[in-house]
């Protein structure tokens, strides 16, 4: 049973930074893509940043030169690091997890293998 699990939500102001963690079981980790979404209330889940197995990025245009999504293969981890929070940046973070990388950066939300359960992060004005 493969599980994600985030760390490091919050709340902020406008301005700070905030690095999120999801760290992964699973003997595989190195071979899948792995994303980030976040969903604000009354919206839809959206796509923000994916990172496929040998380190390729892609980020949706509202947090290019913002956030940045790295990983340690090493330690089953990935990780989104996000300076000059907006406060349009609010939502609660998910983790994804997938061996088709489209999947994830083309928000196929209902393909996407695994989720993590989510971390709040708050940006006040």
């Known amino acids: 049973q493969v599980q994600l699990v985030e760390f490091g939500g919050g709340l902020v102001q406008a301005g700070d930074s905030l690095r999120l963690s999801c760290a992964a079981s699973g003997r595989t980790f190195g071979l899948w893509s792995m994303g980030w979404f976040r969903q604000a209330p009354g919206k839809q889940r959206e796509f923000v940043a994916a990172i496929t197995w040998n380190g390729i990025t892609f980020y949706v245009d509202s947090v290019k030169g913002r956030f940045t999504i790295s990983r340690d293969n090493a330690k089953n981890t990935v990780y989104l690091q996000m300076n000059s929070l907006k406060p349009e940046d609010t939502a609660v973070y998910y983790c994804?997890?997938?061996?088709?990388?489209?999947?994830?950066?083309?928000?196929?939300?209902?393909?996407?293998?695994?989720w993590g359960q989510g971390a709040q992060v708050t940006v006040s004005s």
């Open positions: 994804a997890g997938d061996r088709i990388l489209t999947h994830i950066t083309n928000s196929v939300l209902s393909d996407v293998e695994y």
